[in-house]
């Protein structure tokens, strides 16, 4: 069965003995949590700061292994017609905004996507004027690229020099790393004095984690290393020498969608991230076709969720609550200034 189909069960919260420390604040008390059927590691929650990590970390061979080849969608594509599109839409007016920060420092802007995918957002930079550079472990095969692709699986061995970039763009990455607190360090290091960094993750510590717990969409076990809470976050960058210079808790791409999939989880009869499954046209789980009964419960049912998920999301975007979340965080002038001890 593919694994993001297979269930989570919560823990009882049982300190864990002997585990490595905090990525973001250091602190080496946590209590494991969640676990993912068959899985090894379960996912410990650090007692300072509220940041999930697997417990004990994969190695690098299983970690490639919660990749399938259509993971990344076949033929470019991820998801069907209409939904592709509005993706496309979004990924655009992302790059206007981001990019809205940055003007004052010049004209022809370096910027870098790590984990770039297949190029969609390095394409809207470029089409706004910038030279954009993507890196991608898994780069297209059809070798189009809107930009200038960087094959590597880890930031360092791009050889970057120092402030090379004045953006730097981890869009829904950084879970998925196993060394966050090196890649924090290696961006510090190739961004210009005043570039920014942008970053948005999965929140771990907001309303819908914890209303869902084990049942939530953006836990995505095994493949999420770590879940960030929004304390976590903000140590890890502020302790690598960036000022935390904007918030924000709303995303109509994934908070939504995050609360309507979250809560079909918690309905048994239905299989795990069902509709995320109908949704996309790449074959992840090959010989597991839904029947039209539980086709049409999941869809009547994401119709009927879908508004209520909209104002939920909403509300908690005001309230700083949201399922996901971005901070654009300013390169300080001393490099990890205040490192953790
Ligand atoms: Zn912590």
Known sequence: MALYSRNVHSIADAPRDGSTPCPCCGGRESVARLQLDGANSVVAVCTTCGTGRCDPMPGPDEIASFYPPAYYGAGGQKFTGPMERVVRLMTSRQ?????????????????????CGRGDLVGSFSALGFDAHGTE???PPDGEFPGTLHAVGDLAEAGFDEESFDLVVLWHVLEHLADPRGTIEEIHRILAPEGRLAIAVPNFSGWQARWAGPSWFHLDLPR??????RRGLETL???NGFDVEREDYFSLRQNPFGWVQSALNRINLLPRNGLYDLLQRGETRPGERLGWT??????????LLTPIAVGLSVVA???????????VARRGSSAAASRLE
């Not at 920060?101 to 984990?115: A, N």
């Not at 999420?224 to 809470?229: A, E, I, N, R, V």
């Not at 539980?294 to 869809?299: A, H, K, N, T």
């Open 224 to 229: 999420h290393l770590f879940q960030f809470s």
């Open 317 to 327: 975007g005001f309230a700083e609550q949201g399922g996901a979340m971005t901070m």
């Open 294 to 303: 539980r086709r049409l419960m999941l869809l009547s049912l994401a119709a």
């Open 237 to 239: 960058l502020r302790s």
């Open 137 to 139: 472990i898994a780069p």
């Open 95 to 115: 790059a206007r905004r981001l990019s809205a920060d940055l003007r004052p420092l010049g004209d022809r802007l370096r910027v870098l996507d790590i984990g």
